[in-house]
T-cell receptor, first 113, second 111 residues
Framework: QKEVEQNSGPLSVPEGAIASLNCTYS??????FFWYRQYSGKSPELIMS????GDKEDGRFTAQLNKASQYVSLLIRDSQPSDSATYLCAVTTGSGGSYIPTFGRGTSLIVHP | DAGITQSPRHKVTETGTPVTLRCHQTENHRYMYWYRQDPGHGLRLIHYSYGVKDTDKGEVSDGYSVSRSKTEDFLLTLESATSSQTSVYFC??????????FGSGTRLTVV
């Protein structure tokens, strides 16, 4: 059984701070890693993907991957109240096939003014 | 939502009745998926399809069936709805790893 673990939170940070969201996974052969953002009552939307060890930056978002530790994180710099949402980590094994990710249960982020 | 539509958006049904949810895409993506999302459980895969008439079970497939007779449509049927199937159902589509897109969801209540 593949597992993806996230702290459910809520993680509360002040506006302008760095929010750090963490995710661990159990399957060592996992190859693709994704972060989705889900606002309350809405569907998940993909915000970051990362496939190799290290950091990947996109605007205020940075995804970090450490395959040896089976750990992936999402940093949000200069957090804004509009970043308040649930963040889902997703992990896929293999680069072909049916592209089915396993999702974590999500971490709720609250950015307060 | 990027060419993916779910219907209905909301439905209330009685225990024991059949229910069909529809997912329609205009992206011509090969893969389509049905998930349910419940508090404390996150997103769980019910069934998925990798082509017309090609489907397979996910981790929570009991009580659900699917059909895909056309590339653009993926139907989820609850043969005899139970209260435990009260949930938010999301359809998703993909053609590659990086374009996994969700529909707006269907909120189903079984009373």
């Amino acid at each position: 059984q593949k597992e993806v673990e996230q702290n459910s939170g809520p993680l509360s940070v002040p506006e302008g701070a760095i929010a750090s969201l963490n995710c661990t996974y159990s399957d060592r052969v996992s190859q693709s890693f994704f972060w989705y953002r889900q606002y309350s009552g809405k569907s998940p939307e993909l915000i970051m993907s990362i496939y190799s060890n290290g950091d990947k930056e996109d605007g205020r978002f940075t995804a970090q991957l450490n395959k040896a530790s089976q750990y992936v994180s999402l940093l949000i710099r200069d957090s804004q109240p509009s970043d308040s949402a649930t963040y889902l980590c997703a992990v896929t094994t293999g680069s072909g096939g049916s592209y089915i990710p396993t999702f974590g249960r999500g971490t709720s982020l609250i950015v307060h003014p | 939502d990027a060419g993916i539509t779910q219907s209905p958006r909301h439905k209330v049904t009685e225990t024991g009745t059949p229910v069909t949810l529809r997912c329609h895409q205009t992206e011509n993506h090969r893969y389509m998926y049905w998930y349910r999302q419940d508090p404390g459980h996150g997103l769980r895969l019910i069934h998925y399809s990798y082509g017309v008439k090609d489907t397979d079970k996910g981790e929570v497939s009991d009580g659900y069936s699917v059909s895909r007779s056309k590339t653009e449509d993926f139907l989820l049927t609850l043969e005899s709805a139970t209260s435990s199937q009260t949930s938010v159902y999301f359809c998703a589509i993909s053609e590659s790893l990086s374009d996994y897109t969700f529909g707006s969801g269907t909120r189903l209540t079984v009373v």
